[in-house]
């Protein structure tokens, strides 16, 4: 089996761990990863392989670090019980992909270090207690802070100046919704528009969609979460079917057929997030890393999309973008 291929298959959770399998390599350690989204997710594989990767260039490959997964495509059942599966393995880290995953690692346990990568409202949530010193057994990166919301308001209007109301695409239960939400509806207040939130789950997701998009002069805003990961196909191909402008948090869902993306790079969050499992494997704690934010951003338009919904998008914007898909 080649080299690669036996980092995927222990990302993916297909090579099991044992205590036998640790024993075999005194310096060996173990890393769970408890993931929000499903392992088939838009861009899933190349989040692990970014983060094994990084692993590898910092010393840390085969056989010296062995990783268990588990994904629990936005199913809160699936979040607690994979949560405690992954605790009862005895990993040196865990690394905690969205905000479900992270608080239920957090209320299971208070000793084993866990670096977070795509959760938002860390401190608003008592999961640390500054960016700077986070105090407790949890560090990692944000991927959005609350105000970027209203940048992505100003976006959309950019794009569909003629939507006088916009809905919310929101995980019923997600944490951090609704900080997002009050910043949209804050940004609002001065653009002549109004906004609705549309609480979906996996169940109720396309028949939501379709009752907002059956009236004319709308468009969606796609707030980051599990769902809108799992199920981005879905909410693309309603967007088409429905007319609906509308802009997401991720590249891959402008790259599926979105009209323009918005958003950091997870690849790049896990590249950083294995940096900070490497040094906690040398000794550093997980209270004395600092939380980091994400700084670059990346604007992705897609103008197959933007001719399909009849719409002329400004020069200034594919100015600025940092990529145009045709």
Do not use: C
Not at 49 to 78: M, Q, Y
Not at 119 to 146: Q, R, V
């Amino acid at each position: 089996m080649k080299r690669r291929e036996f980092l995927w298959l222990g990302a993916a959770g297909v090579s099991a761990w044992s205590q036998k399998a640790r024993s075999q390599t005194s310096q060996a350690r173990l890393v769970g990863i408890l993931a929000a989204t499903s392992e088939d997710a838009p861009g899933a594989k190349s989040w692990i392989a970014a983060f094994t990767d990084e692993l590898n260039k910092l010393g840390w490959g085969v056989p010296n670090v062995h990783i268990e997964s588990r994904w629990t495509a936005a199913d809160s059942g699936k979040v607690q019980k994979y949560a405690a599966e992954i605790i009862s393995l005895k990993p040196d880290v865990i690394v905690a992909h969205g905000t479900m995953p992270l608080v239920a690692l957090h209320q299971a346990t208070s000793t084993i270090p866990i670096v977070f990568v795509r959760a938002a409202g860390i401190i608003e949530l008592g999961l640390a207690k500054s960016m700077a010193h986070p105090g407790g057994n949890i560090t990692g990166f944000t991927n959005f802070d609350y105000p970027i919301a209203s940048k992505w308001l100003e976006m959309l209007h950019q794009f569909a100046p003629h939507a006088t109301n916009i809905g919310v695409v929101m995980e019923r239960g997600n944490l951090s919704s609704d900080g997002y939400f009050q910043a949209i509806r804050a940004a609002a207040s001065s653009m002549q528009v109004s906004v609705d939130p549309l609480p979906v789950d996996a169940a109720n997701l396309q028949s939501t969609i379709e009752e907002f998009g059956s009236q004319p002069n709308r468009a969606l805003i796609v707030l980051p979460s599990a769902v809108s990961t799992t199920e981005s196909k879905l909410i693309i191909g309603m967007a088409a079917k429905d007319r609906l402008p509308a802009i997401y948090p991720y590249r891959a869902m402008a790259a599926d057929g979105g009209l323009v993306s918005y958003g950091v790079s997870t690849s790049d969050l896990y590249r950083r997030a294995a940096d900070y499992v490497a040094r906690i494997f040398k000794g550093e704690k997980a209270a004395d890393l600092p939380i980091q934010a994400a700084t670059k951003f990346r604007l992705v338009v897609n103008l197959k999309t933007a001719k399909s919904l009849g719409l002329s998008v400004p020069q200034a914007v594919l100015a600025t973008a940092d990529e145009v898909i045709e």
